[in-house]
């Protein structure tokens, strides 16, 4: 089945930076790649996701690019915020949907100081 | 408010009683989708249901059963819960049908603690 990796497990940065988190994961066929955004105590919250037909793709200051070849996909969060910090998880499915068996990685702890 | 319903939001438990959380999604999605989330292991799909009566193991379905008689509910039951089922749990809902459609929306979690 598929496995997804996420580094680092903790991203610490000023504010104004920029932040990026790498995911890679196995399964040649999936498809969609969503990023998912965890405020502490709250739900994961969709905030960009992509699909395998697209090599980038932006909204505002977070952006994600998928590479297939490599098999690897990265989320850019530039000119960070501290509202910005949060628990960031990357994910991969297969299907014609991409929702039956979304895969998620282990999480990147984001910590933006003031 | 379009929204994923998970009940109770608390629950402690001791092992062996069963016990089920409910789930329920306004959104008329086909889709739903439970998880567990754990410290360091992100979050881990236990079962999914494409549509009514139609449901499928995830990556950690041992010890779980759910049922989707209705479209807008996906209850998630524990027949007899032990302590490695302690978790956060949450419920999630998508709309399917392509890819343009959205991904999960997930409700507010249940925290399941088993002495």
């Known amino acids: 089945g598929e496995n997804v990796e996420q580094h680092p497990s903790t991203l610490s940065v000023q504010e104004g930076d920029s932040a990026v988190i790498k995911c890679t994961y196995s399964?040649?066929?999936?498809?969609?790649f969503p990023w998912y955004k965890q405020e502490l105590g709250k739900r994961p919250q969709l905030i960009i996701d992509?699909?395998?037909?697209?090599g980038e793709k932006k909204d505002q200051r977070i952006a994600v690019t998928l590479n297939k070849t490599a098999k690897h996909f990265s989320l850019h969060i530039t000119e960070t915020q501290p509202e910005d910090s949060a628990v960031y998880f990357c994910?991969?499915?297969?299907?014609?949907?991409?929702?039956?068996?979304?895969?998620f990685g282990t999480g990147t702890r984001l910590l933006v100081s003031p | 408010e379009a929204q994923v319903t998970q009940n109770p939001r608390y629950l402690i438990t001791v092992t062996g009683k069963k016990l089920t959380v409910t789930c329920s999604q306004n959104?008329?999605?086909?889709?739903m989708s439970w998880y567990r989330q754990d410290p360091g292991l992100g979050l881990r799909q236990i079962y999914y249901?494409?549509?009514?009566?139609?449901?499928d193991k995830g990556d950690v379905p041992e010890g779980y059963k759910v049922s989707r008689k209705e479209k807008r509910n996906f209850p998630l039951i524990l027949e007899s819960p032990s302590p490695n089922q302690t978790s956060l749990y949450f419920c999630?809902?998508?709309?399917?049908?392509?890819?343009?459609?959205?991904?999960?929306?997930f409700g507010s979690g249940t925290r399941l603690t088993v002495v």
């Open positions: 994910a991969a499915s297969r299907g014609n949907t991409g929702f039956q068996k979304l895969v």
């Open positions: 399964d040649s066929a999936s498809n969609y």
């Open positions: 992509i699909r395998s037909n697209v």
């Open positions: 959104m008329n999605h086909e889709y």
């Open positions: 249901s494409m549509n009514v009566e139609v449901t």
């Open positions: 999630a809902s998508a709309k399917g049908g392509n890819l343009e459609a959205g991904g999960y929306t």
